[in-house]
């Protein structure tokens, strides 16, 4: 079953701070982030494995609670070139043996 | 070092013809994952390969999908008789091991577009 992110869009200005969360039905194994720019291949942000697992990439990081399986995507002091499409994919969620479910993505745009 | 590639990156059928999308993972990569995305959608899964098995294709169509990955060259999905809602972006992703718990590289997408 597909993963829900929220929200669906987000519209900052250079600088401010932003969440997105990404919430399952099913138990999950694993978050994965992308992010993705129009018309490009999604990038790999980061991997969370473990229930309570942190992680942080310079201003980008994340949070894995298992209990509530849901995840949430942090980012800090955000640039311009943060701007595009956030998906998080989970395993366990219906996927294949080790192909992700995606949500529908959270776009988000940073202004100057 | 080249990352995955797909090729064509455009590729325009009309109804009832035969798509062939190719893919060539990272080198020494020997795990390979097919995904569609459609406009607005995040990517859905559809196949999973190793070098010549296919390990899950439970996200692939029954009909007229199927894909393959030979000892040599690259992934191959494979569309037989394409109708429009067969239209999306197709993307490959590579992984050297497992793509359950280690980055998937994905590449630069195959752009479908059946009239």
Redesign the interface.
């Known amino acids: 079953q597909q993963p829900v992110q929220s929200p669906q869009a987000v519209i900052l200005r250079e600088g401010e701070d932003a969440v997105i969360n990404c919430s399952s039905s099913k138990a999950l194994y694993s978050v994965h982030w992308y992010r993705q720019k129009h018309g490009e291949a999604p990038v790999f942000l980061m991997i969370l494995l473990k229930g309570g697992e942190q992680k942080g990439h310079e201003k980008i990081s994340a949070s894995f609670n298992e209990k509530k399986q849901q995840s949430s995507l942090y980012l800090t002091a955000s640039q311009l070139s943060y701007s595009g499409t956030y998906f998080c994919g989970t395993l366990g969620g219906g996927g294949g043996a080790d192909g992700l479910t995606f949500g529908k993505g959270t776009h988000l745009i940073i202004q100057p | 070092n080249a990352g995955?590639m797909q090729n064509p990156r455009h590729l325009v059928r009309r109804r009832g013809q035969e798509a062939r999308l190719r893919c060539s993972p990272v080198k020494g990569h020997s795990?390979v994952?097919w995904?569609r995305q459609l406009p607005?959608?995040?990517?859905?899964?559809?196949?999973?390969l190793q070098k010549e098995n296919i390990?899950?294709?439970?996200?692939m169509p029954k009909e007229r999908f199927s894909a393959e990955f030979p000892k040599e060259g690259p992934s191959i999905l494979r569309i037989q008789q394409v109708v429009r809602g067969d239209s999306a972006a197709y993307?490959c992703a590579s992984?050297p091991l497992?793509?359950?718990?280690?980055?998937?590289?994905?590449?630069?997408?195959t752009r479908l577009t059946v009239l």
Do not use: R, W
Request: aromatic fraction near 24%.
């Open positions: 995955v795990h994952y995904y607005e959608e995040g990517l859905k899964f559809m196949v999973y390990i899950d294709e439970s996200g993307f992984s497992s793509g359950a718990y280690n980055e998937q590289f994905f590449g630069p997408g």
